[in-house]
């Protein structure tokens, strides 16, 4: 729920009706109206809306004058710039950010390997984008998983406690409670979560077993990249090399960390792109239009169970198809 705006000496120019949004995608936008007092006349009529909506930035409320939202004695008023006088009723009306229309349930199928009422493990198909983002305010796991349950939308990012990139599929595990997702969020921090990938790069890993050990950061000479610098944060993967053939590596990968994009950097860093993952130089290949990387197996404590074996989650997701046939050419089998 969006926070009330904070107490202010213009305490006249509050809005007339207290918020009614209990949730941010509903449909409806709120209204407020207030008068301008004396301490804002002749001022820019910007001034007197972030006043009334201080919970908002100043860009958005001054995109919401420029797009007709804001009306001056009933009449639209157009330039965020244009003076108000002592007196006059400035009527907004709160159209959501495209961040917060985001947060919408939406009813998207979900492959459910696991589900009690503290978590649940799904496993993740290629192309579902995880939470909303520019670009992809729609569509999400989070989205989906606001329609799943009703106490998503009261959680943290819906429940989700790690993430997988895009065109990554696999397992993922998402909390129900805030007790389990706060647990769930530390068991990872103290990798106490067990997470196992498999890949297809380019080239003939050697040797056949190897752990790299190197920090990550923004790529300095590319936004939408991550790359090993020195000024990173520490990431450790290790790789075991399952079959090689044609030019082609099948691997299997064991997180430490969750750096973003680790495996696909780490992997690159030692001259091995993912097979078709674009944005590391992968190319196309092996029927492989995405990048070959699938979370195959995860295991963690069940955070409301007592101690012992009953407390021990594992679970493993087959390859799906793309990455199969793939995956197949390189092995000789499935998986």
Not at 39 to 58: I, N, P, W, Y
Not at 141 to 163: E, T
Not at 277 to 299: N, S
């Amino acid at each position: 729920m969006v926070e009330p705006p904070p107490h202010s000496e213009h305490a006249s120019i509050a809005p007339d009706e207290p918020e009614a949004a209990d949730a941010p995608w509903l449909e409806e936008p709120e209204r407020r109206e207030a008068a301008v007092p004396q301490a804002l006349h002749a001022q820019r009529l910007d001034k007197a809306v972030v006043l009334m909506a201080g919970e908002f930035s100043r860009t958005h409320l001054q995109g919401l004058i420029e797009q007709g939202h804001v009306r001056v004695d009933g009449v639209v008023a157009g330039a965020a710039s244009r003076k108000v006088l002592a007196g006059q009723i400035v009527a907004v009306e709160l159209v959501p950010t495209a961040e917060s229309r985001a947060f919408r349930p939406e009813n998207i199928a979900l492959d459910v390997v696991f589900e009690d009422e503290h978590l649940m493990v799904v496993n993740k198909a290629a192309g579902m984008v995880v939470h909303p983002a520019a670009g992809n305010w729609s569509g999400t796991l989070l989205n989906a998983l606001l329609a799943h349950h009703k106490g998503a939308a009261s959680l943290p990012r819906a429940g989700i406690v790690h993430r997988l990139d895009k065109d990554t599929s696999g397992l993922m595990v998402v909390g129900k409670t805030l007790p389990a997702l706060t647990a769930l969020v530390r068991a990872i921090a103290a990798r106490e979560v067990h997470r196992r990938y498999l890949a297809i790069v380019h080239g003939e890993v050697r040797p056949a077993a190897f752990s790299i050990d190197a920090p990550i950061g923004r790529d300095p000479k590319s936004r939408i990249r991550m790359a090993v610098v020195g000024s990173g944060k520490p990431a450790r993967t290790d790789v075991e090399v399952l079959a090689c053939a044609d030019g082609f590596s099948a691997l299997r990968c064991t997180l430490h960390t969750g750096r973003t994009h680790q495996i696909r950097v780490h992997l690159v860093s030692r001259g091995h792109p993912l097979v078709a993952d674009a944005v590391y130089g992968g190319k196309p290949a092996l029927g492989m239009t995405r990048q070959a990387l699938h979370a195959a197996q995860l295991g963690f404590v069940h955070p409301a169970r007592a101690a012992g074996s009953a407390a021990e989650l594992a679970f493993e997701a087959a390859l799906p198809d793309d990455l199969a046939q793939a995956w197949g050419h390189v092995t000789g089998n499935a998986s």
